[in-house]
């Protein structure tokens, strides 16, 4: 019997992506798909996705997380809906909507793509 859902499984695989083995060398360059570090990175999602949901979802999310860790749809976001990505609250902000899309494509995934694959 599972203790976790896929979704809980894949969320937590993504905050140890995202926070336990992202240094600073990543977090500083990933934005950059010229950079190792996008691909190194977004490998390391692509890896511990896979292993709980599959390797369709592991290619499929890895290459979502390096899309948005390009900041790229972080400031269309901010833009459309006006959040700030100045002052003492910006950093916040950033962090938070760069984790809620990251979530987001998960749980769109599972409604979504897992389906499609089985």
Do not use: Y
């Not at 950059?32 to 977004?42: E, F, G, M, N, V």
């Not at 972080?74 to 833009?79: N, P, S, T, V, Y």
């Not at 984790?99 to 694959?117: D, E, F, K, N, Y």
Request: one cysteine or more; a negative charge.
């Amino acid at each position: 019997m599972d203790v976790m859902t896929p979704f809980e499984n894949a969320l937590v695989m993504h905050l140890v992506g995202d926070w336990l083995l992202q240094n600073h060398w990543m977090a500083i360059n990933k934005v950059d798909l010229r950079h190792p570090a996008a691909w190194i990175h977004s490998g390391i999602h692509g890896v511990l996705l896979g292993c709980v949901l599959g390797w369709q979802a592991g290619v499929i999310l890895g290459v979502f997380h390096m899309i948005v860790d390009t900041r790229a749809p972080l400031r269309w976001w901010a833009r459309v809906f006006g959040q700030t990505t100045e002052g003492p609250i910006g950093a916040h902000v950033t962090i938070w909507v760069d984790q809620v899309l990251h979530i987001s494509m998960i749980a769109l995934w599972l409604h979504i793509g897992a389906p499609l694959v089985q």
